[in-house]
């Protein structure tokens, strides 16, 4: 299989928009909140520990960059898996037409 760089703009984005559109894990702590973010697996992890007043938004926050790579790689290869078998479908929609 060939890699291919539109798909994996299109998975690194898909898992980018993931912090926005998948619900975040949270959990308590002694110290305040935690919030994980990302699918399949958390990569994003913010901590509320304190209020925020004019901070930016990237203090009290984690970015797993393992994490986020190994979701790429899977949505990588689920986008790739998905066109094989449409691929497939269609050829032998193909053959047995004629």
């Known amino acids: 299989m060939k890699f291919n760089k539109r798909i994996f703009n299109l998975s690194s984005w898909i898992t980018l928009f993931t912090v926005l559109f998948v619900p975040a894990k949270s959990v308590q702590s002694n110290h305040g909140s935690i919030l994980s973010y990302g699918f399949p697996i958390r990569f994003y992890t913010q901590y509320a520990d304190k209020p925020m007043k004019g901070t930016w938004f990237f203090d009290g926050s984690h970015l797993n960059l ?33």
């Open 66 to 98: 393992a994490s986020l790579l190994v979701n790429i790689a899977l949505i990588y290869f689920i986008i790739m898996g998905v066109r094989l078998i449409v691929s497939k479908i269609k050829t032998y929609k193909g053959l047995r037409c004629h």
